[in-house]
């Protein structure tokens, strides 16, 4: 009977130690899950900072756009003097601007549009068509008002001027 006893014991042992490893199993792939959820409501996050970054510096750009656009139209009427007081003054004024579109490029805007470049319609906002024989049609002219974009995506399409043969 002793035997019996034994045999009994050891096969109870048995399917305890069994029940533990399933159990365990079970613990360690509920971890895991818990563990894969987490990482992903990581890069969620991190996901979600990057859109609000973005957002954001969207939207300071088309708030001091104009401003940068009021000194460019500015310097495109620069008086030609020869005090140095107002050269003095209007050099500072330029700095201002320099500074100006300094610190949008480092929240990740980038001017665009530039003479010579072919007109594209996802690129450029044709203001006005001359012609002029010597360029080949479509061809930007004049840039009106320089564009901007954070990455790829065009914050303000270039207003342009472009050849229309």
């Known amino acids: 009977m002793s035997d019996e006893k034994q ?8 399917q305890a130690s069994q029940a533990l490893e399933i159990q365990a199993a079970e613990y360690l792939t509920g971890w895991k899950r818990a563990l894969a959820d987490y990482d992903n ?3 969620d996050l991190a996901r979600e900072r990057g859109e609000m970054r973005r957002a954001v510096a969207v939207e300071m750009l088309l708030n001091l756009l104009p401003l940068l656009n009021n000194f460019d139209q500015a310097a ?10 107002v050269e003095a ?3 500072g004024a330029l ?17 665009f ?4 470049e072919k007109f594209d319609p ?3 906002e044709s203001v006005s068509i001359r012609r002029d024989e010597n360029r080949e049609d479509q061809i930007v002219l004049e840039v009106v008002q320089r564009g901007w974009k954070i990455g790829e995506r065009v914050v303000l399409p270039a207003k342009v001027i472009i050849n229309g043969i």
Do not use: C, F, V
């Not at 045999?7 to 048995?14: F, G, L, P, T, Y």
């Open 113 to 116: 549009g530039s003479e010579g």
């Open 41 to 43: 409501l990581k890069k």
């Open 122 to 124: 996802a690129l450029h």
């Open 7 to 14: 045999k009994k014991e050891d096969e109870n042992q048995n």
């Open 95 to 111: 700095q201002i601007r320099s500074q100006l579109e300094e610190a949008l490029k480092e929240i990740g805007a980038e001017p």
């Open 89 to 91: 003054w209007i050099s």
């Open 76 to 85: 495109k009427h620069r008086p030609h003097t020869q005090d140095q007081a």
